[in-house]
């Protein structure tokens, strides 16, 4: 990370920077094969820059890993539907 300072934005802004970041991490790594691939993408531009107080980084990537899968299970579903 260096010497840049960690964004504080609030659940809104976080949910907003998942999404986006799984759409370009999608472009970046298409297909089912790399979904791990867009998973580590997410979560190492998520955990760049929010800040979890609680947490050390170790245990931020974890969570936001949850939350990733969560959000990508969420967004396949969603274009199931859509396509059928």
Same mark, same amino acid.
């Given at each position: ?6 964004l ?5 802004q ?21 979904? +791990? ?45 859509? +396509? +059928?």
């Open positions: 990370m260096g010497l840049r300072k960690k504080k934005l609030n659940e809104a976080v949910a907003e920077l998942i999404g986006h970041g799984l759409e370009i991490a999608q472009v970046l790594h298409p297909g089912e094969i790399n979904k +791990s691939k867009r998973k580590q993408w997410v979560i190492d531009l998520v955990n760049d820059q929010v800040d979890i107080p609680i947490l050390n980084e170790d245990q931020e990537g974890v969570v936001i890993g949850f939350v990733v899968d969560i959000v990508d299970a969420l967004i396949d579903r969603v274009k199931a539907k859509r +396509s +059928s």
